[in-house]
């Protein structure tokens, strides 16, 4: 079973020498509040174990409005007149930039998976869903893997159709949500009731079944103890 479920945290919870020691894959966060340098990029392929593997969240410059509270780690200042042409998918130069910034680190790392988390702001409106289908048939795929994380009023069956359409994922919470689409499941655990949850065993053995009826699975823990949390969760895969 442990083939088939990868188990890892959302950014790295402790010193990154430890964490290899313990997982085999990462979901970098560091990408969505700013890209990193090229040749940091680099450097992090380098230092990894072989066969060890970087998922990355997409710039927040592609998914997020620019009144977004995220913004505020992201230190290169944008331009008043350029602010509005930021986030929501929107078909933009600025937007395709970051993502083709996006798409270079990801190569870099030799990246699996790409995540385009959006904020409960990103609601269902004809305007957004025509942001998503410009935006996807337009980029590059190069290989690579896209998860959608939509949050807010999406309904289940607008989801699943555009996943479909466009050739996405969905990314999701399991204990908030149910899969939608594709032989690839991407669960990322934010606690039960938020980032400072900690998962009993009880919720542990729930996600263990869940994912032995799918073909393929990530679990990317993203709470307060997700280090001890992901240790616990591939002890019991591993019986």
Request: proline share 5%; charged share 30%.
């Amino acid at each position: 079973m442990t083939e088939k479920i990868r188990v890892g945290c959302c950014g790295f919870p402790v010193a990154k020498e430890r964490y290899y020691q313990n997982f085999f894959v990462v979901e970098l966060q560091q990408t969505f509040y700013q890209l990193p340098l090229l040749k940091t990029a680099k450097r992090w392929a380098e230092e990894a174990p072989e066969g060890f593997e970087f998922n990355m969240k997409a710039s927040q410059l592609i998914t997020h409005e620019k009144t977004s509270p995220t913004y505020s780690r992201y230190k290169i200042p944008i331009p008043e007149e350029k602010r509005a042409r930021y986030g929501s998918f929107r078909h933009s130069e600025e937007v395709m930039e970051a993502w083709e910034q996006t798409r270079e680190i990801a190569q870099s790392l030799k990246t699996r998976i790409i995540l385009f988390q959006c904020p409960p702001e990103f609601a269902p409106t004809e305007e957004n869903k025509t942001n998503l289908r410009k935006f996807f048939r337009a980029v590059s795929r190069s290989g690579f893997l896209f998860v959608w994380e939509p949050r807010g009023e999406w309904q289940p069956e607008e989801v699943k159709r555009l996943c479909e359409e466009l050739d996405l994922f969905h990314g999701l919470d399991p204990f908030k949500a149910k899969p939608l689409h594709g032989r690839l499941k991407y669960l990322r655990l934010h606690g039960k009731t938020g980032y400072t949850y900690r998962f009993s065993q009880e919720d542990l053995l729930w996600l263990k079944d869940l994912c032995k009826a799918e073909e393929e699975v990530y679990c990317m823990f993203n709470n307060i103890s997700m280090f001890e949390d992901a240790q616990k969760f591939r002890a019991i895969l591993e019986g």
